[in-house]
């Protein structure tokens, strides 16, 4: 599973399971360029745990909701490691609330960046992705179900990842570029803690009671990343304790 030579990109890449990610890939040889909205010193502290391992690191500050940041961001990564063979769409917001309550404004917000930027990345990444690339976006296992209310416009975003990521998949399978979308379930990190006051209530959900740890995540994208999942493509890898069975 080395990626040595290879180059990534991770949004949302400062902290939670997007500084897991980076130090992950990282730690299996990549030089990676993170992008991160507005905590510059948590961004800092990805960089310099990624140049721990003798890798190359940048970090951007880019709004994924603004398309023409976030294709500055990877342009400008690209520029300065001359490629990127891995992107990792990791960036999202939890804007929750039912129906009658939920703003138009919070439903935008949550499709420029849950979904739309997705997008906007995977495009801007291609033109600088030698055959053979990566993309790997992170959902959610609330896009194949809502076991609460509130969740309108982040369980439609999420599932619309999981069928942006099998028509990405058919686009650049003749580049050899695979797909794959990694569906997280209750996850320790600073959003929402293991020890939190939502966390029994998730748990009860579980087959397996327990949260899972960022680490876990970033193992998955690192294995979807590396050669050994040539053939793994248009995928979706549900790591939720059970939750969703």
Not at 83 to 88: C, F, G, P, S, Y
Not at 125 to 133: E, F, L, S
């Amino acid at each position: 599973m080395t990626l040595i030579g290879k180059t990534a990109f991770v949004t949302g890449g400062s902290r939670g399971i997007g500084a897991a990610i980076a130090r992950k890939l990282a730690e299996n040889g990549a030089d990676v360029a993170i992008s991160f909205a507005s905590n510059e010193d948590a961004a800092a502290g990805t960089v310099a745990a990624i140049e721990k391992t003798g890798r190359k690191a940048l970090a951007i500050r880019a709004d994924n909701s603004k398309a023409n940041e976030l294709q500055d961001a990877i342009n400008k990564a690209a520029s300065t490691f001359g490629k990127i063979d891995i992107l990792v769409n990791n960036a999202g917001v939890f804007l929750v609330g039912p129906v009658d309550q939920l703003s138009l404004e919070d439903f935008d917000t949550s499709l420029a960046v849950n979904l739309r930027a997705v997008f906007v990345a995977s495009k801007a990444a291609v033109t600088h992705m030698p055959d053979g690339g990566r993309i790997i976006s992170i959902g959610s296992n609330l896009a194949a179900q809502a076991p609460m209310a509130g969740l309108v416009a982040y369980s439609a975003t999420k599932a619309g990842v999981t069928g942006l990521t099998h028509a990405l998949a058919r686009d650049l399978g003749s580049r050899r570029i695979t797909v794959n979308a990694v569906h997280p379930g209750s996850t320790d990190t600073d959003m929402n803690p293991a020890d939190g006051p939502f966390a029994d209530g998730q748990r009860a959900l579980m087959a397996r009671q327990a949260y899972a740890q960022p680490e876990e995540i970033a193992n998955v994208v690192a294995f979807l990343a590396s050669d050994a999942a040539q053939s793994v493509t248009g995928a979706d890898w549900l790591i939720d304790n059970g939750a969703n069975a």
